[in-house]
């Protein structure tokens, strides 16, 4: 019975692995003291104040928070659409397609971006909104097709026959069957682009110039100096995953 | 450049990198996806919960929570002095372990699902009757289970290796002099050397790295399988 106790013990210890480093910071982040200090020694909002009242940190999230909500529309737009020719097309070398569309994915994100920067240096678009929606939109199309594609294999093609038959055209059969049948797929894939988006470091490093992202703004001063300001924006950024996180599989649960 | 040491001995440090990345996922991740595997539905997703959590983090944050932790004056080296174990705090980063502990708190998911993904599918009867037939749970294991999961380790741990591979962040954070990774050389020559043929020069070396480890994927997994 040893080997059950010791095989418990190691599962517990990798589960805290994975999941206790991520929350220490959200402690460290209410701290009173003027550098990293643990424990800390008393409860303050400072480093909160000191994000809310900082016109670049501020300028950085809006920024984000921008380029993420248009990139989610974007994304989610194309995944479906990509999603929808992929299952249902009747089409060649589907494995290449698919290993095509999951690249992103797969490929270092440093040769992705310098592919990019090196593209977006010859079309001048460094640096602009458009620009990282684009570069963003690579990275998330492949997380949206994987959700989609989950929802569509489930998928009984004869409610469309019978809504098509019934005299409904394509596209209303796509918005009022297809669509609603397949939601929580797409949301919960709008959601991931949403987060692939906010968070995404590389990629903005190389294209976003002087105008930078919360997370390049994050990475910028991590690289520099530790400073505790960066315990609160992490532990804002955390509260946004948990809140995704938790949308997300609100809607699995609901299929 | 494949005439110089210095970057041989950068592609050799990547390689190492991700070679013990990928071993100490797979004995982590290993004993957790047999637990999955074994629990009902239930309890399996709540535990999925905990385990895709970090992946949903940003991989920023969770370096930067590293950073906290294993500093010279971090949350670690502070409990281990606290509690008298240590008198002088330990150098736990800036050093391959540093490197390690982050990359490899980051890849951990990408190892467990491919395993969890194949155990889920073995036939528990199977098990049942090898014990029925005289063979001792450690036998059981050893001769049924594990060959059985070989898909799913073969899966896992090749997808660990490729993706470390391109590691940037957690190495240039968590990372010293001795472990640095081809993409952080990448970086400092494209930002700071302002030297962009060497630097595409080492990007076309990474991707080529890369399509060679996902031919090899294809060979023994199969491309099909690789987001399952």
């Known amino acids: ?255 | 450049m494949f005439v110089s040491p210095q970057y041989l001995k950068i592609l050799l440090t990547t390689f190492k990198i991700a070679f013990f990345t990928s071993v100490i996922c797979f004995i982590l991740g290993y004993p957790l996806a047999y637990l999955l595997s074994s629990v009902n539905r239930k309890t399996s997703g709540l535990l999925l919960i905990f385990i895709l959590f970090p992946f949903w983090t940003s991989i920023l944050v969770r370096t930067y929570a590293w950073m906290i932790i294993l500093g010279r004056n971090g949350i670690l080296n502070n409990l281990l002095i606290r509690s008298g174990f240590l008198s002088v705090p330990l150098d736990l980063m800036y050093n391959l372990f540093g490197v390690l502990v982050g990359m490899v708190q980051i890849m951990l998911p990408f190892m467990i699902l491919p395993l969890f993904s194949v155990m889920r599918g073995i036939d528990r009867d199977l098990l049942k009757a090898s014990q029925s037939l005289g063979a001792n749970p450690f036998n059981t294991f050893w001769k049924i289970f594990f060959p059985l999961s070989m898909p799913g380790i073969k899966a896992g741990c090749l997808l660990v290796f490729i993706v470390s591979l391109g590691f940037f962040i957690t190495p240039a954070l968590l990372g010293g002099r001795k472990t640095i990774m081809i993409s952080m050389v990448i970086e400092d020559q494209f930002s700071w050397a302002l030297d962009w043929g060497f630097s595409s020069a080492l990007t076309m070396v990474l991707l080529f790295l890369t399509i060679v480890f996902l031919t090899v994927y294809n060979r023994f997994v199969g491309i099909r399988r690789i987001i399952t």
């Open chain 1, 1 to 255: 019975m040893n080997w059950k106790i010791a095989f418990y013990l190691i599962c517990g210890v990798v589960l805290l692995y994975l999941t206790l480093p991520i929350f220490i910071v959200i402690p460290m982040s209410f701290s009173s003291a003027d550098y990293l200090q643990f424990p800390p020694p008393g409860f303050s909002l400072k480093w909160y104040r000191s994000f809310f009242n900082d016109y670049h940190w501020l300028l950085a999230a809006e920024r984000s928070f921008k380029v993420a909500i248009i990139t989610t529309i974007l994304a989610t737009f194309l995944g479906i659409l990509s999603s929808l020719s992929f299952m249902r097309g009747n089409l060649k070398k589907k494995d290449f397609i698919n290993f095509l569309l999951l690249s992103p994915m797969i490929f270092p994100v440093i040769v992705i971006s310098i592919a990019i920067y090196g593209f977006y240096a010859k079309l001048g678009i460094i640096g602009t909104v458009f620009g990282l929606v684009i570069g963003h939109t690579i990275m998330a199309v492949p997380f949206v097709f994987v959700t989609v594609s989950a929802a569509l294999t489930n998928y009984n093609m004869e409610i469309e026959y019978a809504s098509l038959s019934l005299g409904a055209n394509r596209l209303k059969t796509f918005l009022k069957i297809t669509l609603p049948i397949i939601r929580p797929g797409v949301l919960s894939g709008a959601l991931f682009a949403f987060i692939i988006s906010f968070d995404e470091v590389v990629v903005s490093m190389f294209i976003s110039g002087w105008r930078y992202t919360l997370p390049v703004k994050m990475w910028m001063d991590v690289r520099s100096e530790i400073n505790p300001t960066i315990t609160a924006v992490s532990s804002l950024l955390i509260c946004l995953s948990v809140i995704i996180l938790g949308s997300t599989n609100l809607l699995m649960r609901k299929k």
